[in-house]
């Protein structure tokens, strides 16, 4: 089959898209603006953890002793006020916790310029109506678990008010709060969150298995991970950060509200996300395993993997933001719906505010941008969704898409191009997009003439394999894009026992329903044999094109 110049301009479309006899001509987009390409450098990493962060340290000298027991709480120093079972902090200093309370409560209440470490040495709190650990006020608690223990704090009734802060953890900060050690940490909060501060939580060590019924780790500015091993299991978000949680407080200040992980293994069970950020969420390193009932990873703003290996094994959509991007690691997703998505606001999925966006929407801001790591993707929506632009530079992405032709391997509202890398997409034909015409490798649609499954080779003249790949699932679609397809030479494309012949003669060969982009030069009109069905419809009208491609604004 040849592939003959035509410029076709497409629209991403849900459901319908009209076909006229030479091929899908919907309404010309254009995109005024300029794409970033490179993403935003979310935040200055050097800047993410204090050395006292890091330093899981103490002076046995220095240590003041608090013995815990239902009896009688047992402390020498004057400076720690013990009140029934309530112990009240409220000078800096080296605290060191240990034994038993069926029902008490530590609280640090000290000056605004206080430093206070905390160290749990086998300690069993429990509270059942508030906080096992409250700091009310502080300039920064430190919370060291020692190294061989094993401490446990819980509650397990709903909170009871007893100032004018709503208390809604089992460990509440109105302060920055840092955990650190070698110990462990179980958590069991019956009702509300697991840890909670209103400020920065930082955790850099320690093992933690948390179990609760709201979000398992909360901070209002950020929620930094340096190293540690967490089981996380929650009914509404396993990491939450959240600046705009009091409304009289709303903000855009996208420093704030932000996750960062640095390092460590997680193992999230999550009612709601796996992780969601008001701001951005950035993955610099860290093992992960992610079950969640909406989205594996999701932030408003952008969402980004710098290396690391994350598994979402379950989810409605795999990772969220109105910018994604990837540069390593390697990401393994199955999404009940899209496997990466690029869409404008917070949380998009059918499980915020009621419903989901309208998904004729275009948003000039939104942009997937992947320029390295290795990708996985089986989706039972569109593998990867943009409501705006796609850039392909680098790295090896392998989707097993829809079985029905009501999505796609690939959808986008606005341009999309490869300069590099690799990229084996199976899926139903009905909604294929090829990459545009603003590409410099080359890349072939190839719609099949019926559903079939199994492995997908694409070999060249010589008959020397260039990929070969086995989609998860049944399709009738095939997107290749190699640096080994080249313009002006013959492949041949074989799967499910029935074989294609590609002539290149265009860089972009093969326009599926929709042709290579919103309006991008250079896409190529489907062959013989490779065009979509007749009977699809075409996109709604009302559709605006997109403005200014701003961007996001980055953490200097």
Not at 158 to 181: P, Q, R
Request: hydrophobic share 35%; glycine share 14%.
């Amino acid at each position: 089959m040849n592939c003959k110049k035509r410029t076709v301009f497409g629209m991403k479309v849900l459901l319908v898209c009209i076909f006229l006899t030479a091929g899908c001509v919907p309404q010309e987009i254009e995109n005024s603006g300029e794409s970033k390409k490179s993403g935003s450098g979310a935040v200055d990493t050097s800047e993410m953890f204090t050395n006292r962060d890091l330093d899981d340290t103490y002076e046995e000298s220095d240590l003041i002793e608090i013995r815990l027991s239902d009896e009688e709480i047992v402390c020498e120093s004057e400076i720690v006020d013990i009140s029934d079972s309530v112990i009240t902090i409220s000078k800096e200093g080296t605290y060191i916790l240990s034994g038993s309370l069926s029902e008490g409560q530590v609280v640090v209440d000290a000056a605004d310029t206080d430093k206070i470490q905390l160290v749990l040495d086998n300690a069993v709190i429990q509270c059942s109506t508030s906080a096992a650990l409250y700091v009310r006020q502080a300039d920064k608690v430190f919370l060291t678990l020692a190294d061989g223990s094993e401490n446990q704090l819980s509650n397990r009734e709903d909170f009871i008010a007893i100032d004018d802060n709503h208390v809604d953890a089992v460990i509440f900060s109105k302060e920055d709060l840092t955990l650190n050690g070698t110990g462990s940490l179980n958590i069991s909060a019956a009702y509300g969150h697991g840890i909670v501060s209103k400020d920065d939580l930082v955790l850099t060590g320690g093992n933690y298995q948390i179990t609760a019924a709201g979000h398992a780790l909360s901070g209002k500015d950020s929620v930094r991970i340096a190293k540690g091993s967490f089981q996380l299991n929650s009914g509404k978000d396993g990491i939450h950060a959240d600046y705009s949680t009091d409304s009289e407080e709303a903000s855009d200040d996208r420093d704030r509200g932000f996750i960062y992980i640095g390092g460590g293994e997680f193992q999230v069970t999550a009612g709601d996300d796996g992780m969601q950020a008001s701001s951005f969420v950035q993955i610099a390193d860290g093992k992960f395993s992610i079950k969640a009932v909406d989205d594996g990873i999701h932030a408003d703003a952008e969402a980004s993997v710098h290396s690391g290996e994350v598994e979402v094994l379950e989810c409605y959509e795999g990772i969220e933001g109105q910018t994604v991007k990837i540069t390593g690691g390697t990401i393994s997703i199955i999404a009940e719906d899209d496997g990466i998505n690029a869409a404008g606001g917070n949380d998009q999925s059918s499980f915020a505010g009621g419903g989901r966006q309208d998904p004729f929407a275009a948003d000039e801001n939104c942009e997937i941008l992947v320029s390295g790591g290795n990708i996985q993707i089986n989706a039972s929506g569109d593998g990867i969704d943009s409501n705006g632009n796609l850039y392909v530079s680098g790295g090896d992405i392998y989707i097993s898409g829809a079985e029905n032709d009501g999505n796609g391997a690939l959808d986008y509202a606005g341009e999309a191009e490869i300069t590099g890398g690799t990229v084996a997409a199976a899926g139903g034909g009905g909604m294929a997009q090829n990459f545009g015409g603003g590409s410099s490798q080359g890349a072939m649609l190839v719609n099949l003439s019926d559903w079939t499954e199994g492995i997908v080779v694409v070999t060249d003249s010589s008959n020397t394999e260039v990929i070969s790949y086995t989609p998860e699932k049944r399709y009738n679609s095939i997107l290749i894009s190699t640096p080994k397809i080249l313009q002006g030479e013959t492949y041949t494309l074989t799967a499910g026992g029935e074989e294609k012949v590609i002539e290149m003669t265009e860089l972009i060969c093969g326009a599926g329903n929709i042709g290579g982009g919103m309006g991008a030069p250079g896409a190529a009109e489907a062959p013989e044999g490779m065009k979509p069905p007749a009977d699809m419809g075409g996109r709604p009208e009302g559709m605006e094109p997109p403005g200014d491609m701003s961007g996001l604004p980055g953490r200097e």
